[in-house]
């Protein structure tokens, strides 16, 4: 891959995205498309516009265009239907914005346009081998996928809920991903990723604590399904299994927060698409100042795209060693927040369960046999 065109992308998007921002911040100021506060969820001190994800989109437009002007790059690898589907559900979100649509209306768009994606011939391929190809491996694949993409929408969805998060993390996990794919060959993954970053750090120099601006559902819908899409792109190991791990653990902090929601909403009876101020984020942020917990979260989320990495690079039973031990990190980040009991914690409960437990009363002498518990004491040291 030249260096001029990823030079080139990153510039014009991250140009793009510095004018545009603040335009699209403006406009939206003084058409009333604002995010106001609330005493449930949104705890920001005023109405803030929530036009940034408008900008997100055009600014990696540019720097995609950009891009295509230089003769060493073709974009001929974007599929059509690819492309309908990131404006498609970038537009779903729009109107969500403008207009509150209904969870259903949402789902099922996330369910076209993972659809779109599907027809455009983003696919998972890691079990095709292990279920011999032919309709059933399609089927499989095409299941998946769908799953995958609507998922990974929903968890950058849920997860912008703090100032510069949503961003931040997605910025983090395309540079991860893109580290993954072209450690197996894959550079054009590179030239995607520099564009995407540009333009996603302009939009934090408006949207880091205290933000002027909000990407709103037209910027996370179209990030999560950017993210979704990118992880596809290729395989991230031979193993099955780690193919569709990998993924996963380079996304951490959305997938975390969806499994976690979900799993929290479930134990509770709340129906699964009530929204709630019980996430990551905002636990982080009842232990210390937004900004901070922001880069908290962003610490973890490259912590895990490293581990990722490193899982995609190493053989299968070191992968799997380097899982568990991301896995014991993530563990110990759920018990800081609360979400998990500490060893101890768990330690304690046991104890108490037992303790509590019914003594069981003693069975019946056998027909015949005189009972002689009377002559023995219930507790205490023997007489």
């Known amino acids: 891959m030249p260096v001029l065109p990823l030079v080139l992308g990153f510039s014009a998007s991250l140009v793009a995205a510095l004018v545009l921002v603040p335009l699209a911040r403006d406009a939206a100021r003084r058409a009333g498309w604002l995010d106001a506060p609330d005493d449930d969820r949104k705890w920001h001190p005023e109405a803030v516009p929530s036009a940034g994800g408008v900008a997100i989109v055009a600014s990696i437009a540019v720097g995609l265009l950009a891009v295509a002007g230089t003769s060493d790059v073709s974009l001929g690898f974007l599929s059509p239907l690819v492309v309908l589907g990131a404006l498609v559900v970038a537009a779903v979100g729009l109107w969500d914005d403008l207009r509150d649509a209904s969870p259903t209306a949402k789902l099922l768009a996330q369910l076209g346009v993972a659809a779109l994606a599907l027809a455009g011939g983003v696919r998972l391929e890691g079990f095709d081998a292990v279920l011999g190809g032919g309709g059933l491996a399609l089927t499989v694949s095409g299941v998946l996928t769908v799953v995958w993409l609507v998922g990974v929408m929903n968890a950058v969805n849920l997860i912008d809920g703090m100032d510069g998060l949503a961003g931040g993390t997605t910025a983090i996990a395309v540079t991860g991903l893109a580290a993954v794919h072209a450690l197996h060959g894959d550079t054009m993954a590179l030239l995607l990723a520099v564009v995407v970053v540009g333009a996603l750090l302009g939009f934090l120099r408006y949207n880091f604590a205290p933000a002027s601006v ?6 996370s819908l179209f990030l999560g399904y950017l993210l979704g899409v990118f992880a596809l792109r290729s395989p991230a190991h031979a193993d099955p299994l780690l193919a569709l791990v990998i993924p996963a653990v380079v996304v951490g902090v959305p997938v975390l927060d969806l499994v976690v929601s979900v799993l929290r909403r479930k134990l509770t009876g709340r129906p699964l ?3 709630d101020c ?3 984020h905002h636990r982080l942020q009842d232990r ?5 917990a922001t880069l908290v979260l962003y610490g973890l989320s490259a912590v895990l795209a490293l581990g990722a990495l490193a899982m995609a690079a190493l053989p299968t039973l070191a992968a799997a060693a380097i899982l568990g ?3 014991l990190v993530v563990y110990g980040f759920l018990c800081y927040v609360a979400y998990l009991p500490t060893p101890t914690q768990a330690q304690a409960f046991l104890e108490r369960r037992r303790r509590r437990a019914p003594v069981p009363r003693p069975a019946p002498p056998r027909s015949g046999r005189i009972s002689d518990a009377h002559l023995h004491p219930a507790s205490g040291p023997e007489r």
Not at 214 to 219: L, R, T
């Open 325 to 327: 031990a991301g896995s």
């Open 278 to 280: 019980d996430h990551i």
């Open 273 to 275: 698409f009530a929204a």
């Open 288 to 292: 210390m100042p937004t900004h901070r």
């Open 214 to 219: 909000f990407m709103g559902d037209s910027g």
